[in-house]
């Protein structure tokens, strides 16, 4: 083990080789296999997991250390926990039979992959990896569309792909690593359309970073349509990422199957102390907004000191900015790590790509000043 005033070279050289297996992965949005235990006490600016730098909740942080009395006991056993799902089903208007509590979204997402696994799935190229890699790791078909120039779903390519072997369709909206949208009425109707034959799932991770008219969920739709399933998570707006916990959303019919088939066995695996977090982050509106408007400032902030440097980003729906590297020589990721700068970046068909995070005011500011100073493109 590493003394400590070795550590940070110790991590930094672990880091490297954990990034360079990261990058031969087909898309930097999966976090499989990156060694990330560190953090600003080594030094480091993360903005690498899209992560929400704000933290958790002072309400869901009084109602975690309130539930250490409870510690001891398995979470159905508590009486206070026993409404949580009644309390997601009221706040997204839907039955409780229409929500799955899960370890977090890539809980969900894993497993779908796993239970859609008979016949192919239809994605787009890049998109958040989860779901297609655990579909490719157990042999499903993956056909991947790419995004339009704009880097923007294709959805009449998509609605051409589904043939009578699809069994799931999935799409990240808001998308990860683009961080576009896709307009919810357009979207609407591709779910009805995609859905006559095979099963849609729409990944919400970032959908609380929109404002109206662009932040309207797909859940509605789960009331009368078996083959829609949405996917949300507490880790983004909510800053629960360490905690774990997410939902499914869907027709009861659907979620009993799901169900039967693994998911009574994944509801375990949510602790009694994330469930109480989450409970109260969803009675804290005031922290989601104070999130939302402080992403948002750095996000502009960020995008147009990029945008100074030449550097033309995404126009940017969440937390998280994609931006071409042009001809940037080397590994980006790799170079800004030595500068103690977490991101991602990757080799596609068109060009080199890198995707950062929206941290801090502050970050940005250190990330902006790191950038101009050794820019290379
Ligand atoms: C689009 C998308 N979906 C799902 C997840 C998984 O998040 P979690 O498992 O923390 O809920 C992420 C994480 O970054 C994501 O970007």
Known sequence: ?????????????????????????????????????????????????????????????????????????YQFNVASLQGFTKQLSSYYQVGADQVLITAGSGDSLQMLARHFSKGNLVTAAPTFATLPNTAKKIGTKVI???????????????????????????????ANPSSTIIPPGVLENFCIEASKKAMVVIDEAYIDFLNTPDNRSMIGLTHQNPNIIVVRTFSKIHAMAGLRVGFIAGHPTTI??????????????????????AAASMKDEAHRESCKQKNAAARQYTFTALKEMNIKCIPSYTNFLFFPLGKYPGDFAQDMFKKNVILRSNNYADGKWARVSVGTMDEMKQFIGIMKADWKA
């Open 256 to 277: 009993n199957l799901l169900d039967e088939n693994y998911f009574r066995n994944s509801q375990i695996t949510v602790s009694n102390l994330t469930m109480a977090a």
């Open 1 to 73: 083990m590493p003394t400590q005033t070795n550590r940070r070279d110790w991590l930094k050289q672990n880091s490297l080789a954990a990034l360079a297996l990261g990058f031969a992965l087909p898309s930097m949005a999966n976090e499989e296999g990156l060694l990330r235990s560190f953090g600003a006490a080594e030094g480091f600016i993360n903005l690498g997991s899209n992560e929400n730098p704000y933290g958790i909740s002072p309400k869901a942080k009084e109602a975690l250390l309130g539930m250490l009395t409870e510690a001891h006991r």
């Open 144 to 174: 991947e569309i790419p995004l339009t120039v704009d880097k923007i779903h294709d959805l009449p390519a998509m609605l051409r792909a589904i043939n009578s072997e699809t069994q799931l369709v999935y799409i990240c909206n808001p």
